[in-house]
């Protein structure tokens, strides 16, 4: 410093120079004080309100480049995933795997397809359960895990994913400014200025090994990072409520409190939907701890949260007496009147969740936009969506940071196929994705099935269909779940008289079903389709006679062969027989959803909804929730 300030003496700028950036630095802290104070939602404490508002300038800003970046190299798929997979390769050059593999020897995509194979978890396994239980390093990649992301194991084993620092660092400063630049303008409330509902379940799910790395569900990951200080509608302390039913209702209480609701947001439109659902029921002991400041005495609770939570309630009987008029008058379009500014319904309603955004859309949620930013999978950040207003959702693959391959759809179901890469893929085709990730997973078949919908410029914009296990397949037809579950809707539809809709469904081969119940109660046939539907009955008592079912069983043989060319084959041909409809009694698939939580892994805010059943005892357990045996 004694150098400095001679230096800057001789050019004149000792006085002016700190004079000026005092000045400006005292001008930008003044900016950024007066936009927290103007866009920040004023119930949150200041700092949060300031540090949100300087953080959304700052990734707005940069959003203007990374959008410039993103135009680029989607210009050029080929060269930027040749460019992608070197540097994939050379960071991690010199680790156990790529020295067995000899990647570090690789030069261009051809070769890395001809030198690795295809793989799967099982592949990846032993050694990630190294670097978990073992602590190892430099295994699978040079970049110590900061998360082993488990999967769901709902429908099978529970994997345990490595996840970097550097891939959250990709959504942080990539992802989240491309939002803020191309969404944000049509949707404000994607900004983190207001205060939210967020309904999220559990984050204790998440534990730590002896050097200090997490491991658990990516959300609760992500969720923590998130919960500093008060910044939802429910306090924070909710968040820690280990009973579902009991966080569920807080969430719904403290809510419901806050009339100037911006935005809902939750991870699976499936959570918003239960959560809804028990609004329905629960709503006059919710509007009573409103007007009354208190919680109900049955809720599963310590001591310190019932506490936590009271001190942040007090009665409110004008916003009781509100929400007493609005509930009355019904649920449809319920959220945009008990919440007048809601503007957003953040969460992702494709695949196996779509069922679950049209009710909510039809229902609890008229005319409030639905958006979900991420294609996110455990293994990491696969796509964006910057085209908000387009449903069902379409995703711009992550340009860079992955390398993709596709496997056609009609080669699946073979141990290697060949793939074809970005530059090459087709439009209108569907294709099952590969990818070769940071965190050392090599051309990882990761499960998921994708349309090519457009070309941004000349990047694949896909949308996703299904995963791979979510087919019903007894003669190599492949019926995708999207064939299967229009055809449900279109049976519905015809019955409208009796039906007012479908609230879930499930399905199951006959040859699992076989397996679980007594063939001899069943005249013989061809191997065909189970179903089980839980219906929305205009007169309740219709849903208990086998009559509907057998209806309903007749229309989906209808539309599925008309619906789909391999199903029409081998019906034709006597190698399938029809389908048979088994209908649930209300709130089995609420009691599935508890069951696969009790028996598996996952956190509640993982659990996703199975359309095809592949082990036994889920479908002894459903076929047990049936009306007629």
Not at 15 to 27: N, P
Not at 38 to 56: H, S
Not at 218 to 245: C, H, N, Q, W
Not at 439 to 454: A, F, Q, T
Request: charged letters at 25%; glycine letters at 6%; hydrophobic letters at 40%.
């Amino acid at each position: 410093m004694s150098g400095l300030v001679p230096l800057l003496a001789k050019y004149g700028l000792t006085t002016g120079f700190w004079k000026y950036l005092g000045s400006g630095i005292l001008a930008l802290a003044s900016l950024l004080v007066v936009g927290a104070l103007l866009f920040v939602d004023r119930t949150l404490p200041f700092r949060i309100a300031l540090q949100r508002f300087a953080v959304n300038i700052i990734l707005t800003v940069r959003g203007y480049y990374v959008d410039w970046e993103v135009t680029r190299v989607t210009k050029n798929p080929k060269k930027t995933q040749e460019d992608t997979l070197r540097d994939l390769l050379r960071t991690n050059a010199g680790t156990e795997y790529s020295r067995k593999y000899g990647l570090d020897k690789v030069s261009n995509r051809e070769e890395f397809r001809s030198v690795h194979p295809l793989c799967k978890y099982q592949h990846f396994e032993p050694y990630c359960e190294r670097m978990l239980t073992n602590g190892e390093t430099n295994i699978l990649s040079k970049e110590k895990p900061v998360l082993f992301a488990f999967t769901s194991g709902t429908t099978g084993k529970s994997n345990r994913i490595p996840f970097l620092k550097s891939q959250l660092k990709t959504i942080l400063f990539c992802a989240i400014p491309m939002i803020l630049n191309k969404v944000a303008p049509t949707i404000p409330q994607i900004r983190l200025l207001k205060r939210k509902m967020y309904l999220y379940f559990n984050p204790e799910a998440l534990r730590y090994t002896a050097d200090g790395t997490a491991f658990g569900p990516f959300t609760s990951y992500f969720f923590k990072a998130m919960l500093k200080g008060e910044v939802f509608t429910s306090p924070r302390i909710a968040y820690s409520i280990a009973d579902e039913t009991s966080t569920r209702y807080v969430h719904l209480l403290f809510g419901l409190r806050f009339r100037q609701l911006p935005s809902v947001d939750t991870p699976f439109a499936s959570i918003l939907y239960f959560v809804f659902h028990d609004m329905e029921a629960w709503w006059p002991e919710l509007v009573k701890d409103i007007r009354d400041g208190t919680l109900k005495k049955n809720l599963v609770l310590t001591e310190e949260q019932r506490q936590g939570l009271q001190k942040h309630l007090k009665p409110d009987p004008k916003r009781a007496d509100e929400l007493q008029r609005e509930f009355d008058k019904g649920m449809a379009g319920i959220a945009k009147r008990i919440w007048p500014k809601l503007g957003l319904v953040y969460t992702i309603t494709s695949g196996a969740f779509a069922h679950y955004g049209k009710i909510l859309k039809d229902t609890y949620f008229k005319g409030v936009p639905f958006y979900g930013a991420f294609y996110m999978a455990t293994e990491g950040w696969l796509g964006i969506n910057i085209w908000p207003n387009r449903h069902p959702s379409v995703w711009l693959l992550a340009p860079y940071k992955i390398f993709f391959e596709f496997i056609p759809v009609s080669d699946m179901h073979e141990e290697q196929p060949k793939t074809v890469f970005a530059d090459e893929v087709q439009l209108n085709q569907e294709y099952e994705l590969v990818v070769t990730s940071p965190c050392g997973l090599y051309r990882y078949r990761i499960g998921d099935v994708v349309r090519i919908e457009e070309f941004y410029n000349k990047w694949p914009v896909v949308t996703f269909l299904h995963r791979t296990g979510e087919l019903l397949n007894i003669r190599s037809e492949k019926l995708p779940e999207g064939i299967l579950y229009n055809s449900i809707m279109s049976a519905a539809a015809e019955l409208s008289e009796d039906i007012k809709g479908v609230a879930d469904f499930t399905s199951c081969e006959s040859v699992i079903f076989d397996s679980v119940v007594h063939r001899k109660t069943y005249e013989h046939r061809a191997p065909h389709y189970v179903l089980f539907l839980e219906l929305d009955m205009k007169n309740p008592k219709e849903a208990t006679g086998s009559g509907l079912a057998l209806r309903l069983s007749v229309l989906v043989e209808k539309y599925l062969y008309e619906g789909h060319e391999m199903y029409k084959y081998y019906r034709d041909g006597g190698a399938l027989s029809p389908p048979k409809v088994f209908l649930v009694k209300p709130g089995a698939f609420e009691r599935l959803r508890e069951y696969l939580l009790e028996n598996s892994s996952a956190s509640p805010s993982q659990v996703k909804p199975p359309r095809v059943l592949k082990k036994p005892e889920l479908v002894k357990f459903i076929f047990d929730e049936t009306m007629h045996h």
